[in-house]
């Protein structure tokens, strides 16, 4: 069955929802040169729409989500983010695209991530970049917990890891201006509620409305975004705060204490 379209993750490439879709699929295609050969664990991997793109590797996807996983021809384990069901030492990396600033505790996320990777293992974690994602101030997004520039991505790794390096995902001159559009969109909407009264509506409700909105603009046929595909994102270590996605290669995982 197909999944249904949400904010909460990326489904489809139709319409409006293709710059995002490539921008994901960007994502893994830019990042697989830091992970080693061997065993990988896809976290929070959602419809899996990219994991081939780390073949040879194989790869085990997880998501907390059973109908996101449906179909996927790999490995799959429904399961929590921060409770991985793998005993320590299983992987010898691990890729998270957009999918920890999903949980109010991504810490434990990156723990459970250093637990079952081998001790020479890598783990490789693309989020959205809270300085030009939405608001740096506000988390619009509400399936989102936390949203992070690069140098508190990088602080959150060290928890675990005794090596991180940041890169940064940059789009090209046609992606950033459908972000811009995206952004004044957001301003029109949000000068509507000037008291941030949004603030007391229950998040599931903010989720629905959410994905109407969504639903609604995106839907329809949409050149400009389709002409958008994995060609017009690149990976950068330099003018971080102005990256689409923050990246951290982390390195030397740490085992939680006993």
């Not at 890729?95 to 991504?106: G, N």
Request: overall charge negative; charged content about 25%.
């Amino acid at each position: 069955m197909k999944p249904s379209v949400t904010g909460e993750r990326v489904v489809t490439d139709e319409g409006g929802f293709n710059p995002t879709w490539q921008r994901h699929v960007a994502a893994y295609s830019l990042t697989a040169r830091f992970l080693p050969p061997g065993r990988i664990v896809d976290v929070g991997c959602g419809v899996g729409h990219s994991y081939r793109l780390l073949e040879p590797r194989a790869t085990v996807g997880v998501d907390v989500d059973p109908g996101a996983l449906e179909g996927q021809a790999r490995e799959t384990v429904v399961a929590d983010m921060r409770e991985l069901p793998f005993p320590d030492d299983s992987f010898a990396g691990a890729l998270s695209v957009h999918s920890i600033e999903h949980v109010p505790d991504p810490e434990r996320a990156l723990a459970e991530i250093a637990r079952v990777l081998e001790p020479g293992g890598t783990a490789v974690l693309v989020t959205p970049n809270r300085l030009t994602f939405a608001r740096p101030d506000e988390i619009i997004d509400p399936y989102h917990h936390v949203e992070l520039d690069s140098g508190q991505l990088a602080e959150l790794c060290r928890g675990s890891f005794g090596s991180v390096d940041s890169a940064g995902l940059f789009g090209s001159e046609r992606y950033r201006a459908l972000v811009a559009a995206e952004h004044a969109k957001l301003d029109r909407l949000l000068r509507v509620d000037p008291l941030k009264l949004r603030r007391l509506v229950p998040r599931r409700a903010r989720q629905w409305l959410y994905d109407t909105r969504l639903s609604r603009e995106r839907a329809g046929a949409d050149p400009e975004a389709a002409a958008i595909g994995p060609e017009d994102f690149t990976l950068a270590s330099e003018a971080l705060e102005s990256a689409l996605d923050v990246v951290a290669v982390c390195r030397e995982p740490r085992r939680p204490p006993s």
